[in-house]
């Protein structure tokens, strides 16, 4: 096949700033024509199967030309041409099943091939639910044979030839129902790792458990839709919206996610699209038919970071910014010369902790400040913490949270003195000796009263923090 300058494209579109990582998109059991059993390859037919496996290693050398990570592959059957399910014509059962196999490994080893480290992403890897119903059955390896399934056989092929350097990736596409309160999602990643296995021959597993990794979907038009019947439908949380439902779910799904998850909408664009028009797309962005939906998305993917930014473009707007939390000057009353390091003393809402009889002090400093003389201080303290509390919280509420500190080792982090994951604050890198920002981003879950903002140092410097705020952020 001679080559072309496709992976020129695709060279561009991975040195798009916000894209990390690009996957090449492919279709490998759809032909686009309803009930197109005419375009169904048979399994023994060499010739079809040859051109298989060359498509998709031309494909393959594409993305590492053009250093894209890997490709996306979608199996869902929307012809109706049953691929991958044994049928009339095909031949004895057990004998397809093993050139089900033979054909995994043929046209796998051409992508591997060409590009040793790909990441292959599949929407159903051995979360096929097209098959038997592996999730319940109490023996999958029968459920396969009575459903007359080929498609755990076509992947022990890919999973006999995948190199050591290469990854899978099992987007589970049913996540699109999961719902975080039920813990969904956590179900499936263990059932992706072991639930599977009687699927997985015993020559592939031990790599099936090194090298297949659980991306769960997130699909956005779930909280859109009107019609409470739709399978797809997800309600509001009690006392919330359904904007706090998509919050939850993808809380869940990110700590579920071992490295990868993905977002799928079809009704709105996740950004605007210039002289493009998208069939049944409206114009409106997701984030406005959801509203903070992208604010959700950055605090879970990176907290600190989207803090920061979101910080930095409304203050670029122009936006008036109010603390909320009383008192974040640290500024206590002092009479006479009583300054100085007053330890144990804090401004009102401030707290302290410290484990057993650790080493160092806490109070207030009443000789530095960031914008006035005082500040709270943490004299090499190895396990203690400065606790600033606000409780006007309520389920949904999204705050900036920023902070500055002076120091080599400054930490932070927000939490709700629950069994939530806490959002870390990550400083602004400079001198030890100059005052520094620290930011994150909270989006405030269901059932929580009070919101920490946590400060702590370390055991061989002596630190300071200041001016501690926490805006509301109702930016849209």
């Not at 005419?38 to 199967?49: F, P, Y």
């Not at 159903?124 to 390896?141: I, Q």
């Not at 604050?425 to 001198?431: A, H, L």
């Given at each position: 096949m001679p080559r072309t300058n496709t992976h020129s494209h695709a060279r561009r579109a991975k040195k798009h700033r916000s894209l990390r990582h690009s996957l090449l998109g492919a279709w490998i059991a759809n032909t686009w024509k309803s009930n197109d059993t005419a375009s169904r390859k048979r399994w023994d037919d060499d010739a079809a199967w040859e051109l298989f496996?060359?498509?998709?290693?031309?494909?393959?050398?594409?993305?590492?030309?053009?250093?894209?990570?890997?490709?996306?592959?979608?199996?869902?059957?929307?012809?109706?041409?049953?691929?991958?399910?044994?049928?009339?014509?095909?031949?004895?059962?057990?004998?397809?099943?093993?050139?089900?196999?033979?054909?995994?490994?043929?046209?796998?080893?051409?992508?591997?091939?060409?590009?040793?480290?790909?990441?292959?992403?599949?929407?159903?890897?051995?979360?096929?639910?097209?098959?038997?119903?592996?999730?319940?059955?109490?023996?999958?390896?029968?459920?396969?044979?009575?459903?007359?399934?080929?498609?755990?056989?076509?992947?022990?092929?890919?999973?006999?030839?995948?190199?050591?350097?290469?990854?899978?990736?099992?987007?589970?596409?049913?996540?699109?129902?999961?719902?975080?309160?039920?813990?969904?999602?956590?179900?499936?990643?263990?059932?992706?790792?072991?639930?599977?296995?009687?699927?997985?021959?015993?020559?592939?597993?031990?790599?099936?458990?090194?090298?297949?990794?659980?991306?769960?979907?997130?699909?956005?038009?779930?909280?859109?839709?009107?019609?409470?019947?739709?399978?797809?439908?997800?309600?509001?949380?009690?006392?919330?919206?359904?904007?706090d439902r998509f919050a939850e779910n993808f809380e869940h799904t990110v700590v579920a996610s071992d490295g990868y998850l993905w977002i799928y909408g079809e009704r709105h664009p996740l950004i605007k699209w210039r002289n493009v028009s998208l069939n049944r797309v409206k114009d409106t962005l997701w984030n406005e038919a959801v509203p903070g939906m992208y604010d959700m998305i950055g605090a879970s993917r990176d907290a600190s970071d989207w803090g920061a930014r979101k910080f930095r473009m409304l203050e670029k707007q122009g936006c008036k910014f109010v603390n909320l939390l009383q008192n974040g000057s640290c500024a206590i009353s002092v009479k006479g010369s009583s300054g100085g390091f007053l330890t144990n003393r804090f401004a009102s809402g401030f707290s302290t902790w410290k484990h057993g009889k650790t080493p160092g002090e806490i109070g207030t400093d009443t000789t530095v400040g960031r914008n006035d003389r005082f500040s709270v201080r943490l004299e090499k303290v190895k396990r203690g913490s400065v606790i600033a509390t606000f409780k006007d919280i309520k389920l949904g509420d999204r705050f900036i949270v920023r902070v500055f500190g002076k120091g080599q080792n400054l930490r932070g982090s927000v939490d709700f003195c629950s069994g939530y994951p806490s959002y870390p604050i990550r400083f602004d890198e400079g001198r030890p000796d100059e005052w520094r920002a620290g930011y994150t981003y909270v989006v405030v879950p269901r059932n929580v009263k009070t919101m920490r903002v946590i400060v702590s140092g370390s055991a061989d410097e002596t630190v300071w923090y200041d001016d501690f705020a926490v805006y509301a952020d109702g930016e849209k």
């Amino acid at each position: 096949m001679p080559r072309t300058n496709t992976h020129s494209h695709a060279r561009r579109a991975k040195k798009h700033r916000s894209l990390r990582h690009s996957l090449l998109g492919a279709w490998i059991a759809n032909t686009w024509k309803s009930n197109d059993t005419a375009s169904r390859k048979r399994w023994d037919d060499d010739a079809a199967w040859e051109l298989f496996a060359n498509n998709l290693g031309v494909l393959a050398r594409i993305a590492r030309e053009g250093d894209i990570e890997g490709i996306l592959l979608d199996p869902e059957d929307y012809s109706g041409i049953r691929q991958f399910r044994w049928r009339e014509g095909d031949g004895d059962y057990d004998t397809v099943r093993k050139l089900a196999r033979q054909r995994g490994r043929e046209v796998f080893s051409a992508a591997f091939r060409e590009k040793p480290d790909l990441k292959l992403m599949s929407l159903w890897f051995m979360s096929w639910p097209f098959g038997g119903n592996y999730r319940t059955s109490d023996d999958p390896d029968a459920e396969r044979c009575r459903a007359k399934d080929l498609w755990p056989d076509f992947v022990n092929g890919m999973l006999d030839v995948l190199p050591e350097t290469a990854m899978i990736i099992d987007g589970d596409e049913t996540s699109y129902y999961d719902r975080g309160d039920r813990g969904d999602t956590f179900r499936k990643s263990k059932h992706i790792q072991n639930g599977y296995l009687a699927l997985v021959e015993p020559e592939n597993r031990t790599k099936y458990r090194g090298k297949v990794h659980f991306a769960p979907a997130n699909y956005l038009d779930c909280y859109i839709f009107a019609d409470k019947t739709d399978i797809f439908y997800q309600p509001a949380i009690e006392g919330g919206t359904r904007a706090d439902r998509f919050a939850e779910n993808f809380e869940h799904t990110v700590v579920a996610s071992d490295g990868y998850l993905w977002i799928y909408g079809e009704r709105h664009p996740l950004i605007k699209w210039r002289n493009v028009s998208l069939n049944r797309v409206k114009d409106t962005l997701w984030n406005e038919a959801v509203p903070g939906m992208y604010d959700m998305i950055g605090a879970s993917r990176d907290a600190s970071d989207w803090g920061a930014r979101k910080f930095r473009m409304l203050e670029k707007q122009g936006c008036k910014f109010v603390n909320l939390l009383q008192n974040g000057s640290c500024a206590i009353s002092v009479k006479g010369s009583s300054g100085g390091f007053l330890t144990n003393r804090f401004a009102s809402g401030f707290s302290t902790w410290k484990h057993g009889k650790t080493p160092g002090e806490i109070g207030t400093d009443t000789t530095v400040g960031r914008n006035d003389r005082f500040s709270v201080r943490l004299e090499k303290v190895k396990r203690g913490s400065v606790i600033a509390t606000f409780k006007d919280i309520k389920l949904g509420d999204r705050f900036i949270v920023r902070v500055f500190g002076k120091g080599q080792n400054l930490r932070g982090s927000v939490d709700f003195c629950s069994g939530y994951p806490s959002y870390p604050i990550r400083f602004d890198e400079g001198r030890p000796d100059e005052w520094r920002a620290g930011y994150t981003y909270v989006v405030v879950p269901r059932n929580v009263k009070t919101m920490r903002v946590i400060v702590s140092g370390s055991a061989d410097e002596t630190v300071w923090y200041d001016d501690f705020a926490v805006y509301a952020d109702g930016e849209k």
